[in-house]
């Protein structure tokens, strides 16, 4: 499994639309995706404006091709990139130990 972080940043202010937002998209789009398995979304404390989000995929591909490359990532990026401050900072990692 493949653990996708997404580092967020929005505009100040827009916490609460944000939030609607980042959860239809994953509701309604990241949902339908292939080999998604899961997602959760965090708020900063220090900087309320920033936001992890983790997305759990099968595969590398699933998000890289699969996802960015298809139909359903525009309708992401519609729903959730208009309150973007800058384009988030993702990266990929696999799992080495669980306890």
Known sequence: M????????IHPG??????????RGIAT???????FKGAKVNR?????ERYILQVFWDTL???T???RGGPLFPEWRA?????FAAP??????ELVTKS
């Open 14 to 23: 827009q916490n609460a639309a944000f939030e609607e937002a980042i959860a």
């Open 61 to 63: 591909e699933d998000h």
């Open 44 to 48: 900063g404390i220090e900087s309320p």
């Open 2 to 9: 493949i653990l996708e972080l997404a580092d967020i940043r």
């Open 88 to 93: 988030p900072v993702v990266e990929h990692f």
């Open 29 to 35: 789009v990241i949902n339908r995706a292939q080999g």
């Open 79 to 83: 729903i959730v990139g208009p309150y």
């Open 65 to 67: 091709v699969a996802f």
